[in-house]
């Protein structure tokens, strides 16, 4: 229930590429959030990206990254529902938010995507 599966990570190029040529987004502080709802699939799949013009040390992206994961993990039974979607959360700011803050964003915008089912 609260792991991460290697199936729930959205890995496929031409997933990703029709992700971002054809789903919605929107901005919730601190992600930029890609949203596509996906046809004959038992799970969500999330991808994350943290940009490394905006992070030069590796340690800091991984750090983020971690963060992510782990927020979106423990809040994910949020997205119970029929319909399954690929989520791209690309953290777009200049500075380390902590972990409580990124759980509260990833929150939000989980509530915001079944908001517009």
């Known amino acids: 229930m609260?792991?991460?599966k290697k199936t729930e990570r959205l890995t496929k190029k031409k997933s990703i590429q029709?992700?971002?040529e054809r789903g919605s987004s929107f901005y919730l502080?601190?992600?930029k959030v890609f949203?596509?709802?996906i046809e004959g699939s038992s799970e969500n799949q999330i991808l994350i990206?943290?940009?490394k013009s905006n992070f030069k040390r590796a340690v800091d992206r991984n750090k983020i990254r971690?963060?992510?994961r782990e927020g979106y993990r423990l809040n994910k039974t949020a997205l119970?529902?029929?319909k399954k979607f690929m989520i791209?959360?690309?953290y777009s700011i200049k500075e380390i938010l902590n972990s409580e803050r990124i759980q509260q964003s990833i929150v939000q915008t989980l509530n915001k995507i079944t908001e517009k089912r």
Do not use: M, N, Q, T
């Open 80 to 82: 119970v529902h029929e």
């Open 66 to 68: 971690r963060r992510i």
């Open 49 to 51: 990206s943290v940009p």
């Open 35 to 37: 949203l596509k709802e």
């Open 88 to 90: 791209a959360y690309i």
């Open 2 to 4: 609260y792991s991460l």
């Open 18 to 20: 029709e992700l971002f």
């Open 29 to 31: 502080y601190p992600f």
